[in-house]
């Protein structure tokens, strides 16, 4: 540890401390108090070792802690746990009202992605799906993408966003995922894009949703997989836009999803739609729903048009089918404002299935952890039987 004055590495441990430990201002303030309390108590105690002691110089990284610092360390430790507990229980106080849902304690925070991630392989006899919307490809492959994918091994990925003017070679181990469908924008280049990669070889492939007024414009958002008794939709739903200047196209979007929707479940088969729908369906699923009335993803236009899609093929989302008060659960955390750390998240990724394959999912999650190659989180489901 490094040499420096007891009150100075006390008072940095306190500084470090108010950062992590709490987001709201009246929790900083009482951190602050705390820690001023500890501070007077570490730098009373050096100042009574010190005259026994040798003075202690700046920035000695060579030289070996003398019992009197070993002690003052235990005393810091003591105190920080003091603050760290009075901290967390002003943010379940402060986070319990208001417009904010609450702060899960227990959620990750981590703002890139783990150099390791484990995952379970799926049960004998099922099938791993997973989802992501990776907010463009070049970048999420420079912090993590394969990391994730290889920790995953889904036999199907859904992939979201991807910003690429063409298929990326070698994305996947094609011996892995022999099978690969791209989705580029029309006319935006560098823009959404949508991408699937299988170990299963599908029955037929459709890229697009055919049921919109403009099909040829929507090849960069969705792709369906048909398979012997399922139909996969890989789907990025477009967002309503910064001052709701797309809020009338994503209406008529929602409407023909919809169609789409209920074509495919006509043909007898199941149905699995997956993505990033770009919706918040109820106030649960974001972390502050009231000043969010009229944001993009959140307003009550949208909100209807998604139970509307659900109400009509008597569809389930899966996730909150499986966990109804489960709060502070979100899929999206936006770079900006340290909201990953501050647990300020949005849930739009889904997979939303019909009552008769929602009876096979055994497994409907997030992954939490799997957070700094994008914005968003990868989502699973994990289904018995074959596809």
């Not at 003075?55 to 005393?75: A, M």
């Amino acid at each position: 540890m490094t040499r420096a004055s007891a009150g100075s590495s006390t008072t940095r441990r306190a500084a470090s401390l108010r950062s992590n430990t709490t987001s709201d201002k009246d929790a900083t303030t009482v951190v602050k108090t705390t820690t001023t309390t500890t501070t007077t108590t570490a730098e009373t105690k050096s100042a009574a070792s010190s005259s026994s002691k040798r003075k202690q110089t700046d920035l000695d990284d060579n030289e070996e802690e003398d019992e009197s610092s070993d002690n003052l360390e235990t005393v810091v430790e003591v105190k920080k746990a003091k603050v760290v507990e009075t901290a967390v229980k002003l943010v379940k106080k402060t986070s319990a009202g208001g417009s904010k849902g609450p702060m899960r304690l227990d959620a990750p925070t981590n703002t890139a992605m783990p150099d390791k991630l484990s995952y379970p392989a799926a049960p004998e006899g099922c099938i791993k799906i997973a989802s992501w919307n990776v907010s463009g490809l070049n970048a999420s492959l420079k912090k993590g993408f394969k990391t994730y994918i290889k920790a995953e091994d889904a036999d199907v990925i859904c992939i979201q966003e991807h910003k690429v003017n063409q298929p990326l070679l070698n994305l996947v181990d094609p011996k892995v995922y022999p099978f690969s469908w791209w989705g580029f924008e029309q006319d935006k280049k560098g823009y959404a894009g949508v991408a699937m990669f299988s170990k299963v070889k599908p029955l037929s492939v459709v890229a697009g949703l055919p049921t919109h007024p403009s099909p040829s414009d929507t090849k960069g958002r969705v792709v369906t997989l048909e398979f012997p008794t399922t139909y996969i939709v890989g789907c990025y739903v477009p967002n309503a836009g910064q001052g709701l200047v797309r809020l009338k196209p994503r209406m008529v979007w929602d409407v023909a999803m919809k169609e789409w929707l209920a074509q495919l479940k006509d043909k007898g088969k199941q149905v699995i739609w997956t993505g990033d729908l770009n919706v918040c369906h109820m106030p649960i699923d974001l972390r502050n729903p009231t000043t969010n009335t009229r944001s993009a993803g959140f307003t009550q236009e949208e909100r209807d048009g998604f139970s509307a899609i659900l109400k009509a093929g008597d569809f389930v989302d899966t996730f909150r089918e499986r966990n109804p008060d489960a709060e502070g659960y979100y899929t999206y955390y936006s770079y900006r404002f340290q909201c990953r750390i501050k647990g300020i998240g949005w849930r739009l990724d889904y997979f939303v299935t019909d009552k008769k394959m929602n009876e096979r999912v055994k497994e409907s999650v997030i992954r939490e952890d799997a957070y700094g190659a994008s914005d968003h989180v990868p989502i699973v489901l994990v289904v018995e039987g074959d596809l």
